[in-house]
C-alpha cells in the first residue's frame, strides 16, 4: 500500500500552451540580453481550478494571471477545470501564480510543473555554522538573489538548504560558493535529479590514466546519468537509472577491465565522511574538542580571579608585581585568554564578519561584540598597569573566556539535541537490511544458486529470499510462498498482514513466520521506504507560517540588542559619572565605568536570537517524525498548522467510514433473463471503472464464469464513466446503463414500483441499491452492502468530545446514506453530492467559520480534499486522492483522524510553549541583565552567567519539542474495538 501511495509521484509533458508564444507581461526593466538568457528555460505549471462556471470565470482568470511579471503564456480549460501557465521561474514562482489565481476568487492547487526543457533540477546541500533565524534567512536570502534559482528553502533546525535551479543558467558550485560567501560551509548532499545513487571503491588505480579508463567504462553501460569522482579516496558516486542497470552490473564491467587489475566493491558505510550522519558527527566532536580546550584554558582563569585570591600563599604569588604595577595573576591570564578569544573563538569572527558583509547581523555579532569589549577593554587595563607605577588594573579575562566556554558548551549540547529532533527519520532509513540472500533460478525456475550480498546491490527484477524472522531486502511482489508480515514498522499497523502469491511487500518491513521469495520492483531511491523518507523530509524543510513570526523578529533583533546594550553601558556610566547613585553600590574591585561596562555586555550576551529560531522547526520536525512513525504522514508545517485548527470534519462514505469492500447480497431481475447472462453484461461495464461498488459487481459476477482463472468480458464500445452516478456502454450491441436512481431519470428511464420498493427496502437496510437498463427499460435492482467499519461510531463519538463536528459526505443514495450516518452517530448528512458539490459543501462551511477536514478516498474526492484547510487521505485510497491530501493515513483506520488532529495540537501547544519562553526569557533576562534589579536588591548579573543563561536557553527550547518524541496517542482510542468484520 505505501508503494502504491508513492508511485503516483511523475510526470506529464502537456506541450505548448499556444503555437505564437507572447509576452504579454515581461517587466519593463528586461533587457533584450536578459530575455534571450531567459528564452528556453521556462517551465509549464498545470493548476486544478474550482469554482469555474463559464467562459467568463476562465477569461477573468486568464487575464489576472497574464498580467504578473514572468508570465510567458496562460491557457484556462473550464470544461476540465484546470489552468496551464508558461512562465519564467527566475521571475515568478507557481505559488504566486496559485494565489493569483485565488485572488480571482477560485480555488487553485499545482497539479504538477514540467520544465519543457527538463532543465530544472533540485538539490539538497548541508550547510554548517548556522546558529539562528537570521543566519538561515541570510543565506535564503543569498540564494534567491542567483540567477536561476527557481525555489530555495533553508532550514534552521535541519541545518539543510534545498534548492530547484535552472542548471543552464547556474550550477551547483555556483549556488555552494553563495553559501560559502555568506560565510558557512555547504556540504552537497543529494541531487532530487537522481534516480538512484551508489557509490564505489576502486582498487588498482595507479593513476590519472586508470580514473579516466574506470569513468570511461562506466559510462559506456546504458542507464548511467552521472559520475562523481574523488581520486583521492579512490571513490566513484554513480547516479543511474535503475530500470535499465544496477550496481552489480558497474562491478562486473570494472572487474572485467584490465585483466583483473581493478577490483570494485560498495564504498564502506560511514567511511570518508560522506553522508549528513558523518557530518553530524564530525561537529559533534568538533564542538566538543574546542569546548574541551576552552575548559583547560579557562579553568586556571577562572580560579586565579575568583577563588586562590582568597588563599593567602597563591595570592601573594599571583600579586607579585612584573613590571611597574603589572601583576603576575593579570599578566598569566591575559596569556591564557588570548587563545581562547582568538583561536578557539575564531569561528564567532569569521561569522561575524560575514554576517555583516551582507547587511545582516547574528548571533556571532553579539559574541564577538561581548568577548571583545571585555578582552581589549582588559588588555588596557593591564598595559596601563605595566606603564604605570601607580594604576592598579582589574581586568576581566575571565570574563570573555568563561563566555566562550559557555557558549561552546550549550553549542555541543544544542547540536546533541537537535540530532535527536530527526531521531523519527534515522529509524526509518535504519529499517533495510544489511544483506539479502539472492537467489539464481534455471530456465525452469527453480532454485538452482543462493548467495547473500549487501543490500544495497539488489537490482530491479532479482529474485530475494526472505527468511522467517529476516526483513524484507527491498520492495517486491511475492512469487512463491505465504507468511505474515509485521508492516508497522512503516504503516503503523501493528497487526500482521498476511501474503501469498502476487501481493506486494515493503523494504523494511518483517516476515513472521512463512519463507517468501520474492520478485524486486524498486530499489535505492525509488523504494516506498526512500520516498516516505524524503516526503518527511520535505515536509521539515517547509516552514509553518507560524514561523514567519520569528522570522520578522530576527531581521530587527540583534541591532535592537546592540543598541540597548550601548544605551545600559551609556546609562549606567553617565550615572556613575554624575553620581546619581551611591558609592557604595560600586564592587570594591571596580569603578563606576567597569560596572556599566559589565552591565553592556551582560545585556549583549543574554539575548537569545538563537531560541527564537528553534521554536517552531524543531517542534515541526518531531511532530512529523512522530507522526510517521504512527502510519500518519503529514506533509509540512502548513498541514500541521492548519490540523490543530479543525473543529468540523467532512466524511466520505464508501471506503471511509465503511469498509470499502462492498459486496452484492441480493439480486432482483424485472425481466426474463438468465442471471449469468445479466451478470456478464454489467460485469462488463463496470470492469472499466475503479469505484468500490464496481468492483463489488465484477467480483460477484466471477462466481458465474465457469474458467475463474481466464476471465474474458464481452467488449465494452462508447464506455462512459458519469462520476457520482454512474455508467453506460455498448456491450453486444446493447446499451448497458449501471448507476442510481438520479441517473435514470435524468435519462428519462421509468422506474417500475416493484424497484421503488427494493430500494426502499435496501436503503432502510442501509444497503446500496443499483438500477441496471437494458436499451432503455430497467431490468434489475441490485442490492449491494458495505458495512460501517468497527470503530467508526466511537471516533465521532470521540470527536464530539474534542468539539470536532462530523459531517457524511456521498454520493449514494438518500435512504442508504441517512442509514449508514444514524449507525455510525453523524447527524449532519448530505446525499448523492457529485464530487464538485463536495467541494462547495467545503467552502459553505469554511464560509460559515469553520476550520474544515476532508478525510476521503476516492478520485471523486480529490477536488474536496484540495477545497478543505486539511485534506485527509485514506493511504488505501486511489493514488489521487493521497496525492492531492495534506496527511495521509497510511493504516486506513478512522481513529488515526483523531490521532493527527491529536498530535497537531500537542505540537503547536509545544511551539507556544517554545515561543513564550523564548522570548519571556529575552523579555525578562535582559531587564535584569540590564541592572534593574541592582538598586533595589544588589543583584546584578556577571556576563559570563549571562552567556550561560543565553546558550541554556537554546537548549531548552529544543529539549521542550524533544518531549513530543513521548507522543502517545489519545488514550480513548486504547479500548476501541478494532476487530470484528473480515472481508476476504
Not at 179 to 191: C, K, P, Q, Y
Request: glycine fraction near 8%; proline fraction near 4%.
Amino acid at each position: 500500500m505505501a508503494a502504491r501511495f508513492l508511485s503516483c509521484i511523475g510526470q506529464k509533458n502537456y506541450g505548448d500552451l499556444s503555437p505564437t508564444p507572447h509576452y504579454p507581461s515581461m517587466p519593463k526593466g528586461v533587457t533584450p540580453e536578459h530575455e534571450k538568457l531567459l528564452r528556453g528555460s521556462e517551465s509549464v505549471a498545470l493548476f486544478s481550478v474550482i469554482g469555474m462556471t463559464c467562459s467568463a470565470c476562465a477569461a477573468s482568470i486568464e487575464k489576472a494571471v497574464k498580467r504578473l511579471p514572468g508570465i510567458k503564456d496562460a491557457a484556462v480549460d473550464v470544461l476540465n477545470n484546470r489552468a496551464q501557465v508558461l512562465f519564467y521561474p527566475s521571475l515568478i514562482d507557481d505559488e504566486t501564480i496559485r494565489e493569483t489565481i485565488e485572488d480571482a476568487g477560485f480555488s487553485a492547487r499545482l497539479m504538477e510543473e514540467v520544465n519543457s526543457d527538463k532543465s530544472t533540477k533540485v538539490c539538497r546541500i548541508l550547510i554548517k555554522g548556522m546558529t539562528c533565524s537570521s543566519c538561515s534567512t541570510t543565506v535564503e536570502s543569498a540564494l534567491q538573489a542567483l540567477p536561476g534559482i527557481h525555489k530555495a528553502q533553508v532550514a534552521l533546525a535541519t541545518e539543510e538548504a534545498q534548492v530547484r535551479y535552472d542548471s543552464k543558467i547556474v550550477t551547483q558550485d555556483k549556488i555552494l560558493e553563495a553559501i560559502e560567501d555568506t560565510g558557512f560551509e555547504a556540504i552537497l548532499v543529494s541531487s532530487g535529479e537522481d534516480l538512484s545513487r551508489i557509490e564505489l571503491k576502486v582498487d588498482g588505480i595507479e593513476t590519472d590514466k586508470c580514473t579516466r579508463i574506470i569513468e570511461n567504462i562506466l559510462k559506456a553501460l546504458p542507464g548511467v546519468e552521472d559520475i562523481g569522482i574523488d581520486s583521492e579516496l579512490k571513490k566513484f558516486s554513480v547516479s543511474y537509472n535503475a530500470s535499465m542497470t544496477g550496481p552489480r552490473s558497474f562491478i562486473q564491467g570494472i572487474q572485467s577491465t584490465g585483466s583483473g587489475r581493478y577490483k570494485a566493491y560498495l564504498y564502506p558505510q560511514g567511511e570518508g565522511g560522506g553522508g549528513r550522519d558523518a557530518h553530524k558527527r564530525q561537529e559533534i566532536r568538533q564542538y566538543f574538542r574546542y569546548f574541551l580546550w576552552s575548559l583547560i584554558f579557562t579553568i586556571p582563569i577562572f580560579l586565579s580571579s575568583m577563588v586562590f585570591m582568597y588563599i593567602p600563599g597563591i595570592k601573594h604569588v599571583l600579586n607579585r608585581k612584573v613590571v611597574n604595577m603589572l601583576e603576575l595573576g593579570g599578566l598569566m591570564r591575559w596569556i591564557l585568554a588570548t587563545p581562547v578569544q582568538f583561536i578557539i573563538g575564531r569561528r564567532f569572527y569569521t561569522g561575524s564578519y560575514k554576517a555583516l558583509r551582507h547587511g545582516s547581523a547574528n548571533m556571532d555579532v553579539l559574541i564577538a561584540l561581548g568577548t571583545n569589549a571585555a578582552y581589549f577593554y582588559s588588555v588596557y587595563m593591564v598595559l596601563r598597569a605595566a606603564t604605570s607605577p601607580h594604576f592598579e588594573a582589574t581586568d576581566f579575562f575571565e570574563t570573555s573566556s568563561m563566555l566562550i566556554s559557555f557558549i561552546l558548551l550549550g553549542k555541543y549540547l544544542e547540536i546533541l539535541a537537535k540530532g535527536k529532533t530527526s531521531e523519527a527519520i534515522s529509524k526509518l532509513m535504519n529499517l533495510a537490511p544489511q544483506t539479502a540472500t539472492l537467489l539464481t533460478l534455471d530456465s525452469e525456475g527453480n532454485v538452482k544458486n543462493e548467495e547473500e550480498i549487501d543490500s544495497r546491490l539488489i537490482q530491479r527484477t532479482d529474485m530475494i529470499k526472505i527468511l522467517p524472522g529476516a526483513k524484507v531486502a527491498s520492495d517486491g511482489i511475492v512469487v512463491w510462498g505465504q507468511s505474515h508480515v509485521n508492516e508497522s514498522m512503516i504503516t503503523g499497523e501493528a497487526r500482521p498482514v498476511a501474503k501469498r502469491q502476487g501481493d506486494t511487500v515493503i523494504g523494511g518491513t518483517v516476515n513472521e513466520n512463512g519463507v517468501l521469495h520474492i520478485r524486486v520492483t524498486h530499489v535505492g531511491s525509488e523504494s516506498a521506504l526512500s520516498q516516505i523518507v524524503r516526503l518527511v523530509e520535505s515536509a521539515q524543510m517547509a516552514k509553518a507560517p507560524v514561523q514567519k513570526f520569528a522570522d520578522r523578529i530576527s531581521k530587527y533583533f540583534v541591532p535592537m540588542v546592540i543598541a540597548l546594550s550601548v544605551i545600559t553601558w551609556l546609562s549606567w556610566f553617565l550615572a556613575g559619572k554624575f553620581n546619581s547613585y551611591p558609592k557604595s553600590w560600586i564592587p570594591s574591585s571596580m569603578d563606576s565605568f567597569q560596572l556599566a561596562l559589565q552591565f553592556g555586555i551582560s545585556v549583549m550576551v543574554i539575548a537569545c536570537p538563537c531560541a527564537l529560531g528553534l521554536a517552531t522547526p524543531t517542534a515541526v520536525m518531531v511532530g512529523t517524525g512522530v507522526g510517521a512513525t504512527q502510519g500518519i504522514l503529514i506533509k509540512g508545517g502548513q498541514a500541521l498548522e492548519s490540523a490543530h485548527k479543525v473543529n468540523c470534519i467532512v466524511f466520505d462514505k464508501t471506503g471511509t467510514l465503511t469498509m470499502g469492500k462492498p459486496l452484492v447480497v441480493n439480486t432482483k431481475l424485472l425481466r426474463n433473463m438468465v442471471l449469468g447472462e445479466f451478470y456478464d453484461l454489467i460485469a462488463a461495464a463496470e470492469v472499466n471503472s475503479e469505484h468500490p461498488l464496481a468492483k463489488a459487481i465484477v467480483e460477484y459476477a466471477k462466481k458465474f464464469k465457469e474458467d475463474g482463472e481466464n476471465l474474458v468480458w464481452p467488449e465494452a464500445r462508447d464506455f462512459e464513466s458519469i462520476t457520482g452516478h454512474g455508467v453506460k456502454a455498448i456491450i453486444r450491441n446493447k446499451e448497458i446503463i449501471v448507476g442510481n436512481k438520479s441517473l435514470m431519470l435524468d435519462l428519462n428511464i421509468s422506474i417500475p414500483t416493484e424497484a421503488e420498493e427494493m430500494l426502499a427496502e435496501a436503503e432502510g437496510m442501509a444497503q446500496t441499491g443499483i438500477l441496471v437498463s437494458i436499451n432503455g427499460e430497467l431490468t434489475g435492482v441490485v442490492a449491494i452492502s458495505d458495512p460501517l467499519k468497527p470503530s467508526a461510531r466511537e471516533v465521532v463519538t470521540i470527536l464530539k468530545s474534542m468539539n470536532v463536528k462530523s459531517i457524511m459526505v456521498t454520493g449514494d443514495n438518500w435512504g442508504t446514506a441517512r442509514s449508514i450516518a444514524k449507525e455510525a452517530g453523524i447527524d449532519t448528512v448530505i446525499a448523492e453530492a457529485k464530487p464538485e458539490y463536495k467541494a462547495e459543501k467545503v467552502k459553505e462551511l469554511q464560509g460559515s467559520g469553520y476550520t474544515v477536514a476532508m478525510v476521503g478516498d476516492g478520485i471523486n474526492d480529490s477536488p474536496a480534499l484540495v477545497a478543505a484547510d486539511v485534506g485527509m487521505a485514506i493511504g488505501a485510497g486511489t493514488d489521487i486522492a493521497i496525492e492531492a491530501a495534506d496527511i495521509v493515513l497510511m493504516k486506513s483506520n478512522l481513529e488515526d483522524v483523531i490521532t493527527a488532529i491529536d498530535l497537531s495540537r500537542k505540537t503547536f501547544t509545544r511551539i507556544r510553549l517554545n515561543y513564550i519562553w523564548a522570548l519571556g526569557y529575552n523579555i525578562l533576562g535582559i531587564p535584569i541583565a540590564a541592572g534593574v534589579l541592582f538598586p533595589s536588591t544588589g543583584f546584578r548579573l556577571p556576563p559570563w552567567i549571562a552567556g550561560a543563561a543565553m546558550a541554556a536557553s537554546s537548549v531548552s527550547v529544543v529539549g521542550c519539542s524533544l518531549l513530543l518524541r513521548y507522543y502517545r496517542r489519545p488514550k480513548k482510542l486504547n479500548s476501541l474495538d478494532i476487530g470484528g468484520i473480515t472481508v476476504e
